[in-house]
Each structure stands twice: as C-alpha cells, then as structure tokens.
C-alpha cells in the first residue's frame, strides 16, 4: 500500500504478509455518543417562516461501538510523537489493508500493523479506522488519552486527528481501512455494513455529503475533483481498495447518504423553538410571530418538512411542507390539540380538545366526537397508514376509531396512575402505543411493549412518543427535552434539558442505525 506521515513527505510500498506479528484477541468496547443540542435562537419572541434546507454537521450523531486501542491492545510504546490535527474534513478514503484473508485474530492484526509501521518512519497506525469482516470497528490512529466512558471519536478538542494512510492525501481527510485483500473476494456483508455505519457517522459529523465530490487540494499542489468518499486509488497509483471494492463505491456512497438522511427528528417547544437532531434538517425561523402558544409538531411524510401548530387553530409549515389553511380567526368550541398529515404530505387533519376534526387538502373527514360526551378531553389524533382513517385519543387513554383505523384496545376503563399524554400508531398499522404522564407505556394490536420510563420516577412529565419505523421501538420525550429509548429506536440526540419553555412535540423518521 502507499502511505505517507503527518507532513506526506514520504512513499512506500509496504509487504504486510511476512511483517504482522499476531496476539491475543480483543474484545468490542460500546460507546454512547456525546449529544450537542442545536437551537434556534435566544429569545423567547419566535419568528416563524419558510426555510431551505441544506446539508450541515451533525455533531449529535450517534458513535458506532468501537474496539478501542486498549481494547484491542495497542502498544502505546511503539507510538512516536508528531500527531498533527485538522479543524475540517472534507474527504474519507476507503482503503483495504492488503492483509492475508485467512486471519481470524483482527486485534491481533491491529497490533502487527502498528508495530509493523512504526518499525519505519510512521508515528503510529496509518489509518484513522479499521473495519473486520464481522463488522467490528477499530479505533486506528491515536488522538488522545481519553477520559473514562468518553466515546472514541478520533478528534481531540474537535478536531480530527490527520492519519498516514494516502500521500499526498492525508490533510483534511479520513482513512477508513477494510481488513483483508479485496481483489478476488467481496468483503462481507457484515464489512459493508459496518463501513456504511462509520462512513454514515463521520459524514454527519463533518458535514459531507455522501454523494458529493469537488476539489481537493493535496499537498503536492495538485487540484483535483475527488468523490467525498473516495478510495485510495482515486488518489494515487495503487490498486488499493482492491478491485471488488472500488466498483461498489457508488452503492456504498448511496447507503450512506440514506442513513444519514433516513433518520432524525425535531424537538418542538410551546415558544416554537425547534432543535433538529440526526438528519432532519436544521431550519431556521424568520417570517411570522406567533399569536398563541404552541402545542404540537406533526411531521410531513418526507421526514424532511414539518408543521408547527398552535392551539388558537394557526398553522405554521417548514421546509416544503404545504399550507392548506388553519382554524385560527374562526370559533373553536375547545382549544386545537393535535394535528396529523395525510400520506401524501398535501394535507392534513386538526383535532380539538372535544373530538372535532378539521380537514385540509387531500384530507378527508371519517367522523369525530365533537358531539358526543365524554369522559376526559381528547388529546390527539393518529392517522392509519393509508390515510382512510384515523384514531382519536383521550386522556384517559380511551380511543375512538374512523375510518379503516381497526380498534386493539384502550385504558379507557383502566385505573391508571398517571393520565395519557400521547399515542403513536405502528407504522405498519398493526397495532399502536400510548404513553402516560409518568413514562408508563401501553402496548395494544402488534406494536410490542419493549419497555417503559414509569420506573425512572421523573418529576417532570412525558409528553410525546415517535416510534421506529421498524415498529420495534420508541422514543420518549420529556417536557424538558430529554428522550428516553427502547427497542431499537436510536436516540439521535437530545436537548439535554436545555429548551425554551416546555416540550410539546416530537416529529421526524426515526430509522434504527
């Protein structure tokens, strides 16, 4: 393979096969990512308008596990001093290692490949990440001493450690090396997928659009127009990344770029401050002040746009979602409460706190209770995945079903500990959740119970759930912005109880990583 140092001064073309001294194995260290909040200003006088959406850093974006380099048992003597660090990353390069396929013990060829290059004139492992055919991920290059419990991100103060892993190609990049030699073989399914979970985080975390290319300057002066995720060959002469992974470089771009923007969500305040989190875009707000507080956030179907409502009926639409009128201006016998769009993302329904449904462009009225009497106050509304019916919801936990929406059960005549505050349909239409007041959750249909907050005794309440779209998960939200996870819904992010005023609403597409 070619590489070069902190300063690309130097090139060679190493033979790994005899030079790897192998060891003991290792094993995988889990790590939680460390969350940073976005807001959107610093007042409580909100100004709401239209927004474009654009690629931007995603500095919340969960940390894969990673085999530490104590885990894996690097050989800190063996590291020389020199590390040099970028403030900007605009280029991962995928790489393989060249490396016999017949080895099974990945920490211990960690540990050759790091005696192996400092053996000469690197300071330490060329790469900044290596990935095993099981689909574990290595830390590479060291960064820093970290504190215990600190996620391994390969930066130190924010800012990336440079690797060795391309010459003339290391300043302002990443090195990402698949363990083996991929001429004859494909790496393996679990490989790719680990790749595309790295690549995924370190896109969101620098701002790179998977998709993307544009113009490099390496360090020989050389301009170039490099693909953001590039392999090593497209930079230099080598047959690095190996012939059966060069070509699937488009598909693994695209894989990367659905994760990154196939998963996130908003945090919506009373005062309309909105925190994005994940791939859900960072909007700003400019254009209308509110004349009422708001109540709630519906999503649109792209999980790129969505709705702010307010309960004296005003609609306020967000990043291409459409406006298809409001109830404010005119009599509403209860304060607006809920609001859902339709499957298409051209309309939408509103409900008050007596039942009453209010319907807007492509959305269609299959009845409501606004004439019945009931027993506690309607809370919300959940469509059904086709948009021909809808189920209410009380807070009591009763639930009214139009539509095609097939009743699976309430709390209607449950003596509940704390009242319902919200409900979630599974997306595969099968069943749904509601949640209480205390993080209690209450599963009916098939939309599996996999855990609840009721035990963690929270003084503050929880107001809102998004499910996965597997269906085989949740989250929470917090009147204070916190989230709380079960299943395999991934916690993006969260605004660690710093928001403006409460938490009212949480929207979005939240895809398991």
């Keep these: 393979m070619q590489h070069d140092d902190s300063h690309d001064s130097v090139s060679r073309r190493l033979t790994r096969r005899a030079a790897l001294q192998l060891g003991a194995g290792a094993g995988v260290a889990a790590v939680a990512a460390p969350y940073v909040a976005r807001h959107s200003g610093g007042t409580h006088a ?3 308008g239209d927004v474009q959406s654009v690629f931007s850093a995603v500095p919340n974006w969960p940390v894969p596990s990673i085999v530490t380099r104590p885990r894996w048992g690097a050989n800190e003597g063996l590291r020389k001093s020199g590390q040099s660090y970028d403030t ?21 060829l960690c540990r050759g490949i790091l005696a192996n290059e400092t053996s000469g004139e690197y300071i330490d492992i060329a790469y900044n990440w290596l990935i095993d055919p099981n689909g574990r991920i290595y830390e ?77 300057l390496a360090t020989n002066g050389r301009l170039e127009n490099l693909f953001n995720i590039c392999g090593h060959r497209d930079t230099s002469a080598t047959d690095c990344p190996g012939q059966r992974v060069e070509p699937m470089l488009p598909a693994i771009r695209a894989r990367a770029a659905s994760r990154v923007a196939g998963s996130g969500y908003w945090i919506a305040t009373e ?4 925190l994005a989190f994940g791939g859900a875009p960072l909007v700003s707000t400019a254009g209308f002040r509110l004349t009422s507080r708001i109540v709630g956030i519906a ?33 509403l016998n209860a304060p607006l409460v809920g609001m859902a769009a339709t ?34 106050p309607v809370l919300g ?60 959750v209450f599963s009916f249909g098939r939309a599996p119970f996999e855990g609840s907050a009721a035990s963690s005794r ?56």
């Excluded at 494909?186 to 979970?197: G, I, N, Y």
Aim: charged content about 15%; aromatic content about 12%; some cysteine.
């Design 46 to 48: 909100v100004d709401l």
């Design 88 to 108: 900007r990353i605009t280029k991962i390069v995928v790489h393989h290692t060249g490396t016999p396929n017949d080895i099974t013990d990945y920490a211990g």
């Design 140 to 216: 590479g290059r060291w960064a820093q001493d970290y504190p215990s419990g600190a996620a391994h991100t390969g930066e130190r103060s924010g800012a990336n450690v440079r690797g060795a892993h391309a010459i003339y190609h290391n300043t302002s990049t990443i090195g990402i090396a698949l363990m083996g030699t991929y001429d004859t073989v494909d790496p393996s399914p679990a490989m790719l997928d680990a790749l595309v979970s790295l690549l995924a985080w370190k896109c969101a975390r620098w701002g790179i659009d998977p998709l993307g290319r544009g113009s490099f």
């Design 271 to 274: 005062l309309g401050e909105v």
């Design 299 to 331: 999503g649109h179907p792209s999980g790129t746009a969505y709705w702010l409502f307010a309960g004296d009926g005003s609609v306020y639409a967000f990043g291409g979602a459409g406006f298809y009128g409001g109830m404010n201006g005119r009599h």
């Design 343 to 376: 499957p298409s993302g051209r309309g939408y329904w509103l409900v008050a706190g007596d039942g009453g449904i209010f319907s807007f462009g492509d959305a269609r009225f299959f009845g409501s209770t606004g004439g019945m009497r009931l027993n506690a």
């Design 381 to 440: 509304m959940t469509p059904t995945r086709t948009g021909q019916g809808y189920w209410l919801y009380a807070r009591d936990g009763g639930v009214f079903s139009y539509g095609d929406a097939v009743f699976h059960g309430s709390t209607g005549g449950i003596r509940l500990n704390q009242p319902v505050t919200s409900m979630a349909a599974r997306p595969q239409g099968d069943g749904y959740w509601m949640i209480a007041r205390d993080g209690g």
């Design 458 to 513: 929270s003084p503050l309440p929880f107001v809102a759930m998004l499910p996965s779209t597997t269906g085989k998960g949740y989250v929470m939200l917090r009147e204070d912005g916190r989230l709380a996870a079960f299943g395999d819904a991934p916690i993006l992010g969260d605004s660690q109880g710093n928001v403006f005023g409460r938490a009212v609403g949480i929207a979005g597409r939240l895809s398991p990583l």
